[in-house]
């Protein structure tokens, strides 16, 4: 039996089976399979594995190509003046501005502090060194960027905990709440193959009742 | 004669025991059985609205004919201020903008029930009940804390003025927007805490609510992208989110909004996540109160908080209060907030959902915790610190990317149960498009891990929308023949809701480009240049021609002439400025010279810093800087207002379905009659 949906020819047919035990009992299912091209690799004669292969490859050079021009790419070094200033300032925070760095304070302090860090560096002083040098006469408030030790390290882990966690709990309240409807009804391979082949007219049902549902619940 | 103002000081006096009628009579109405009660209740609200309205025009009306015998009116303006900065001034302080709050509070609650009443009239009298508890709160406030309309013992001859750096056309629309997008979140807490009260638990609470939490979510998100906006043309950093306190306090509560926004998709078609939402609902309130008191107390120090006051204790107890009522009352209902159904897969949109939830509650957490880190820090040992912009970029950057990656990949999930073999399949063309948008990212030398990353997701974002646009699209044009623009049209007019939504998407798609571009390939120098001299920035050369000063009735300005030129060809001119505002000579604002350059889509953006006299004329202190995709930002503020208006707008009512009774069952039914 053949069906027009859409464009394509899609071949119906009933397939006969039994069910597993104990519901043993013959059933009639419907199989449906499309015909004629519709993909691009059915117009290169290939079939379904081969068609994945052929996506896999073509996302792969991508990644491949990808790959080889970030390596090729010249390396960008941090050895202008300027920008080694502006790292460093940009660390730290404008003493006499309200959260803005000494690397975009347009403050005269700020201005100064960027000529000291130029100095400094011209003097040949490490960014370890010069930061250390603020936070000895500012205090630890000058740190744009909380430290990761002491004190200061849990305002970066209380975030990673609660995603932990948080993870931890959804992963854990999905499973808990899909285990029990799994076990309600197994599904088998035959339904599994079905879901799969249905989903596009589920998609296609989901497309027309929104339509509708959108009217409805309005 | 008494002045005008005197008349809105009664009605704001009045306004309060109005608003408390209203908290009571609408439960007692439904104890009592009582429709006049209900509707009494009703009119308290329209009453409010119509008092404070009055208090509000009076307190216009005292700015424009400077009656400096009003002490806020002193405080804000001065007899040389511009009109429109002088209604601008209403908001410009802590009382009238908490005034402006309860305002617009009171007109909103009037809309809401004027709008919702048929649709959720059972849960009205509690949804009445609480909108106009928070209205007390904030009248109580104005009452007896912070009066916008008190008078002075003696009437001064001048103002002292508005805070230059508030004068600037940004004034007009970011404060009023970012206030009004906190307020408009107490509409889903009433509906949600009137489900709570009523028991009525299920779906009606959230389909009426839906649309509120939309026109919330677009006016805060408007406020936000207009205070980039702001900061970008007026504070001269060079940037525009500078993860400031109170910025951070008003990025909250849109990010749990967004997260209650999706998460109730979840609840309507599968009757699950009814605690979360209910939570959602309260904590996206707590931050918006939290988000005023803020702005308005001072508590954290911050280029926005222009006023310090006494009204901390009042919004930190209304802030305990309101969390402990409201959840000690979710805790008390939760008996009757089971699920209806349960997860059928681990792959499915309801996990995406959460997944989605997870990751903007976490994102929201990391603000607030870099946000009060260092007030925890000075309590607990005296220490001051400062959590900042790299902190906020570490821990938001993968949080974001992840989002936007999951924004790629859940619109192409079904519901209940995806098909892996489905989803891969549909997510091919995405994935070949983002890999070929960051291969082309990378060959125009953009080199950078994040950058690329960034690039990545959100080019899978886009093309995810635009193949789910062309799905649509071709299902229509296939079943009802349509030509494609057509198609296009209808489609989008049929599913405001969901193809509206995609275009808030695409919004972000271009928000998160703008963003990716200019925070990893801005450029800048800081130059001094003497008449004439010229400077080097990535491929512009700018030359600086000169100084000139002028006199306005305000301020006397400064200004440096330059011209940029690209591959010897003249591009700009830039004029940036240095003003200093009468009354405020200690605090020159800067005038920043921004020329989009359209090709590179680069930002030319020039700041006077200072200058010198010398011999040879005045040397100019110039900070420049190259802002690359900065304009796309605006561009999705742009989309995402027209996708959020798509979203809001009605949809045509459908025709009601006509039952024909044959006449026989007519005439039966009239005999029996």
């Known amino acids: 039996m053949k069906h027009e949906l859409w464009s394509r020819t899609w071949r119906v047919r009933l397939r006969r089976r039994r069910l597993p035990a104990p519901l043993d009992l013959p059933v009639t299912t419907i199989v449906w399979k499309a015909q004629g091209p519709r ?55 404008c003493p006499v501005c309200q959260s803005v760095s000494v690397a975009d304070s347009p403050a005269e302090l700020a201005r100064q502090m960027r000529g000291v860090i130029r100095e400094k560096l011209e003097r040949g002083e490490t960014p370890e060194q010069i930061i250390q040098y603020f936070v000895d006469r500012y205090g630890e408030g000058v740190l744009l960027n909380p430290p990761k030790r002491g004190f200061a390290l849990g305002a970066w882990l209380a975030p990673l905990a609660l995603l932990l966690v948080g993870g931890w709990v959804v992963a854990s309240f999905v499973r808990a709440h899909t285990r029990r409807a799994g076990a309600r009804e197994a599904p088998d391979e035959l339904e599994l193959a079905l879901t799969a082949e249905l989903e596009r007219y589920r998609e296609a049902i989901r497309r027309e009742l929104d339509d509708r549902l959108g009217e409805l619940t309005r | 004669m008494l002045p005008l103002s005197s008349l809105g000081f009664l009605a704001l006096q009045l306004a309060l025991p109005v608003a408390m009628y209203a908290v009571v009579a609408g439960p007692l109405a439904l104890r009592v059985r009582s429709m006049p009660l209900l509707l009494s209740a009703r009119n308290g609200v329209l009453a409010v609205a119509a008092l404070l309205t009055l208090v509000s025009a009076t307190l216009v009306h005292a700015f424009v004919t400077h009656d400096f015998g009003v002490r806020y009116v002193a405080e804000q303006s001065s007899r040389d201020m511009p009109l429109q900065y002088i209604i601008t001034a209403f908001y410009g302080g802590q009382a009238g903008s908490l005034l402006y709050w309860a305002w617009t509070l009171s007109l909103l609650s009037s809309a809401v029930v004027v709008l919702s009443w048929r649709s959720a009239r059972p849960l009205m009298p509690y949804v009445i009940a609480v909108l106009m508890g928070v209205e007390t709160f904030f009248l109580v406030v104005l009452n007896f804390v912070s009066n916008p309309l008190e008078r002075l013992p003696f009437t001064p001859a001048d103002g002292r003025g508005l805070n230059p750096l508030l004068k600037d056309p940004g004034m007009f629309v970011h404060p009023p927007l970012l206030l009004a997008g906190y307020m408009s979140w107490t509409v889903p807490y009433a509906f949600a805490m009137a489900a709570l009260l009523s028991g009525r638990l299920w779906n009606e609470w959230l389909i009426v609510v839906r649309r509120w939490a939309l026109l919330a979510f677009t006016i805060l998100g408007a406020g936000l992208l207009m205070g980039s906006w702001w900061a970008y043309h007026v504070l001269g950093w060079g940037g525009y989110w500078g993860w400031d306190p109170v910025e951070n306090a008003a990025l909250m509560p849109w990010l749990t909004g967004t997260a209650f926004l999706h998460s109730i998709m979840v609840q309507e078609r599968r009757g699950m996540l009814k605690v979360w939402n209910l939570g959602l609902a309260i904590a996206t309130f707590a931050l918006a109160i939290f988000g005023t008191f803020v702005v308005r107390s001072g508590i954290l120090t911050s280029v926005h908080s222009f006023a310090v006051s006494a009204i901390g204790p009042f919004f930190f107890g209304f802030l305990a209060l309101t969390l402990i009522a409201s959840l000690a009352l979710l805790f008390y209902r939760l008996p009757l907030l089971r699920d209806e159904q349960e997860f059928d897969s681990l792959v499915s949109r309801e996990t995406a959902f959460l997944v989605n939830n997870l990751l903007l509650v976490a994102l929201t957490f990391a603000v607030f915790w870099g946000t009060i880190y260092p007030l925890i820090s000075e309590a607990v040992r005296n220490v001051k610190m400062t959590v900042g912009p790299p902190y906020y970029n570490q821990v938001a950057g993968p949080l974001l990317f992840a989002l936007l990656i999951l924004m790629g990949i859940a619109p192409l999930m079904a519901w209940r149960r995806a098909s892996l073999g489905n989803l891969a399949r549909s997510l091919r063309w995405p994935a070949a498009a983002a890999l070929s948008g960051t291969m082309l990212a990378a060959l125009a030398g953009a080199l950078k891990p994040g950058a690329l990353a960034g690039i990545l997701a959100a080019v899978f974002v886009a093309a995810t929308v635009a193949l789910e646009f062309w799905r649509g699209i071709a299902v229509r044009r296939r079943l009802a023949k349509e030509p494609a623009a057509v198609a296009l049209t209808r489609l989008v007019a049929r599913n405001r809701r969901r193809y509206g939504g995609y275009i808030v998407h695409l919004a972000i798609v271009l928000i998160a480009l703008g ?159």
């Not at chain 1, 594995?49 to 390596?71: D, Q």
């Not at chain 1, 960008?76 to 730290?92: G, P, T």
């Open chain 2, 515 to 673: 963003v990716i571009g200019s925070s990893f390939f801005q450029q800048q120098r800081e130059v001094t240049l003497a008449p004439g001299e010229r400077a080097q920035l990535g491929p512009y050369t700018i030359q600086y021609l000169g100084l000139s000063e002028y006199r306005t009735a305000e301020a006397r300005l400064i200004r440096a002439e330059l011209i940029a030129e690209r591959d010897g060809k003249e591009v700009a001119q830039l004029r940036p400025e240095r003003q200093f505002h009468k009354n405020w000579e200690q605090q020159p604002t800067t005038r920043v010279a921004i020329e989009t350059l359209l090709p590179r889509l680069e930002d030319l953006y020039v700041v006077l810093v200072g200058w010198e006299e010398t011999a040879d004329g005045y040397h100019a202190s110039l900070h420049l800087f190259v802002n690359p995709a900065v304009s796309l930002i605006w561009l999705g503020g742009l989309v995402f207002l027209v996708g959020t208006t798509i979203t809001l707008w009605p949809q045509p009512q459908p025709a009601r379905a006509v039952l024909r009774v044959p006449a026989a069952l007519r005439r039966m039914a009239g005999s029996e009659a």
């Open chain 1, 39 to 93: 993909r691009p690799g059915y117009a290169l004669g290939l079939r379904s594995r081969a068609r994945v292969g052929l996506w896999g490859g073509v996302c792969g050079a991508l990644v491949l190509l990808l790959a080889l021009a970030w390596l090729a790419a010249p390396v960008v070094h941090a050895d202008d003046l300027d920008e080694r200033v502006r790292q460093i300032a940009s660390q730290l925070q």
